[in-house]
């Protein structure tokens, strides 16, 4: 099975990178790599409640990241490999426009 992840940025740049099921972290390896890349950016929730659920990591963290990150092919395979483990579904769309994350 193929998995994918495509980042639309703001300023209408998209980045995707698509790759085997085999690849794909665990849930928990997904998560925790989120979280390590959410505190080492110093990115802020997105809930007033401060409460961060795994998918406002995987938009905060793509915003945060920018095409700087984004560009780095070795970066961009670490966050798919990450976000699709993490919300355990093979596709994910971010916009960092709208802030949303859609499967």
Same mark, same amino acid.
């Given at each position: ?45 997105? =809930? $007033? &409640? ?7 990591? @995987?938009? *905060?963290?793509? !915003? /945060?990241?920018? #095409? ?12 798919? =490999? $990450? &976000? ?7 596709? @994910?769309? *971010?916009?960092? !426009? /709208?802030?949303? #994350?859609?499967?």
């Amino acid at each position: 099975m193929r998995n994918e992840v495509r980042v639309l940025l703001e300023d209408g740049q998209e980045f995707v990178h698509g790759f085997d099921s085999a690849e794909a972290m665990s849930n928990e390896d997904g998560r925790r790599w989120l979280d390590q890349e959410f505190l080492r950016m110093d990115c802020e929730p997105l =809930r $007033a &409640s401060g409460k961060v659920l795994i998918v406002d990591k @995987v938009v *905060v963290v793509a !915003k /945060a990241a920018g #095409a700087q990150l984004l560009g780095d092919a070795q970066w961009l395979a670490q966050f798919a =490999r $990450a &976000s699709v483990g993490a919300v355990g579904r093979p596709t @994910v769309l *971010v916009n960092t !426009k /709208a802030m949303t #994350a859609s499967f």
